[in-house]
């Protein structure tokens, strides 16, 4: 029997506000245990939440990016469970009137193009964390994350392969980023997502029943969950069993899925109206400015680089990838740097670099105006490309000054041909033997006398010139 896959995300986002949900404690990652609460995050008595504007407007912005329908008047639930990260013994959260539904995200896979629909999009606070100490036996709980805004995305389970899942979180990322809405930083726990995966015989058209896997670390952790995941359902079914609707820890060391505990379902956690928010009204104007402030996004943008600048659409990808890369780009081209030659410095050395480095486009000092002048100093024939790449090293972490440094290092190309002269004759008459070869055929003993030349003029000349010169000398 063949089997198909069927899945469906749950993604939380953390929303890059400043302050918490419902209060004004800080956001900020990183701080010593329990330093950022107050007795509204932490649910004391009589405590009264407000709603943090930015993080309707973040939603608002999310769910239009996504092609949502936004819901104008919305509210917040309460969702009733205990756990010890929870002090308040209930999420705030919404239920019945999510802000955004019905939207729809389009990937791109090696199979082709696909559209995955948005069931809805909702806003709720975090829980704090548990940190396990195995030395002592003892659980720390931590409040500073409870209260920090998130959104849920929730999809239809329209995805049959890792990959599609894949190309949709890489999408969303790209999207939220853009936006500005939130970091995502899976390593930081600012992108989680909860994968549903059932199977069933292909071609059939009711859906199994579904596993919900949770404690997934990266893109990576998520593809091979879900394999992981698919055969060992299909293997239970084949084996005469069935599989049970229950919650699942991903064990990332252990490259398996455990059982966590049964699913629960919306009635065992009592939700109800949240009493102490008032509910949300929306205006159309306030839509329509939130609607005229979107920016361009990623997939805008590679389709007008490639109508403007008629770049290739691998190029327009690599630059897109992330906002403050194209950004960069657009600044390199208003600087007067040839688009494709901005794009070609941004997919190598910039790329390269940042990767040697691990570092975010976002956290990267070099400014486009120091890589314009270096571009600008290859066009002018002052640096060779080679040089180039030396100096773009040398400048890249401290956004150094390109002039001062080839000055310093003397690294301007040598563009005299009597100089260039000098050095191919001397070359040529410490290797007669190279010469010799090269004159009988041999292409490659040009190649040799050539990186000699190069190495005489301290890798500073202008190859062209080197090529032509030598060639001329070898020719008498
Ligand atoms: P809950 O809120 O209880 O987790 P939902 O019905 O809201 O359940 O679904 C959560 C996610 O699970 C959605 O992304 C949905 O597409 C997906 N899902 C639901 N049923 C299945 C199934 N049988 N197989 C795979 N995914 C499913
Ligand atoms: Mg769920
Ligand atoms: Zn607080």
New binding site residues.
């Given amino acids: 029997m063949t089997w198909e896959t069927?899945?469906?995300?749950?993604t939380h986002v953390e929303l890059a506000t400043r302050t918490k949900i419902f209060c004004s404690c800080t956001t900020e990652f990183g701080s010593p245990p329990n330093t950022h609460c107050c007795p509204v995050c932490t649910g004391m008595p009589g405590a009264l939440p407000v709603l943090n504007r930015r993080v309707l407007e973040f939603a608002v912005k999310a769910g239009l990016a996504l092609n949502c329908s936004i819901t104008r008047h919305s509210g917040f639930d309460r969702k009733n469970y205990f756990y010890p990260d929870l002090p308040k013994a209930y999420q705030i959260s919404q239920l019945y009137l999510p802000i955004a539904r019905n939207g729809r995200v389009d990937v791109r896979t090696q199979a082709g193009d696909k559209t995955i629909r948005i069931?809805e999009l909702h806003m709720e606070e975090d829980a704090g964390k548990l940190a396990h100490d195995p030395a002592t036996g003892l659980t720390r709980v931590d409040c500073n994350r409870c209260g920090v805004p998130l959104i849920e995305i929730?999809?239809?389970?329209?995805f049959r392969t890792a990959e599609e899942v894949t190309a949709y979180l890489e999408a969303l990322k790209e999207t939220l980023q853009y936006l500005g809405v939130s970091d995502c930083k899976m390593q930081e726990g600012s992108l989680r997502c909860?994968v549903?995966?059932?199977v069933r015989p292909a071609g059939s058209g009711e859906?199994?029943?579904?596993t919900?896997m949770k404690n997934l670390g990266s893109f990576r952790a998520v593809a091979r969950a879900i394999k992981y995941e698919a055969a060992r359902q299909i293997q239970l079914i084949e084996g005469g069993g069935r599989v049970v609707q229950e919650t699942r820890r991903w064990d990332e060391d252990r490259n398996a899925s455990l059982p966590m505990r049964v699913?629960?379902?919306?009635q065992d956690y009592r939700y109800f109206p949240e009493p102490d928010i008032p509910p949300i009204r929306l205006s159309e104007e306030y839509l329509d400015a939130l609607r005229a402030a979107q920016p361009e996004l990623a997939q805008a943008k590679r389709a007008r680089y490639q109508r403007e600048y008629g770049l290739p659409e691998y190029d327009c990808r690599m630059i897109t990838s992330h906002r403050a890369l194209a950004r960069f780009f657009e600044a390199l081209v208003e600087l007067g740097v040839p688009p494709k030659q901005g794009a070609n410095w941004i997919m190598g050395e910039v790329l390269g670099a940042l990767s040697q480095r691990a570092m975010e486009p976002g956290d990267m000092k070099l400014t486009p105006p120091t890589l314009a002048r270096l571009i600008a100093l290859v066009g002018e024939g002052r640096l060779n490309r080679n040089t180039a790449v030396k100096v773009f090293e040398a400048v890249f972490d401290r956004d150094g000054d390109v002039d001062a440094y080839v000055r310093a290092h003397g690294l301007e190309q040598v563009n005299d041909d009597a100089l260039v002269r000098e050095a191919c004759a001397e070359v040529l008459a410490v290797n007669p033997r190279s010469a010799a070869d090269y004159r009988s055929g041999k292409e490659k003993a040009f190649g040799f006398l050539v990186g000699q030349v190069m190495r005489e003029l301290k890798g500073r000349a202008n190859p062209q010139r080197v090529n032509a010169i030598l060639k001329e000398l070898l020719m008498q």
């Fill in positions: 069927v899945i469906g995300l749950e069931h929730v999809t239809q389970p329209d909860d549903n995966l059932s859906l199994g029943t579904r919900e699913k629960e379902n919306a």
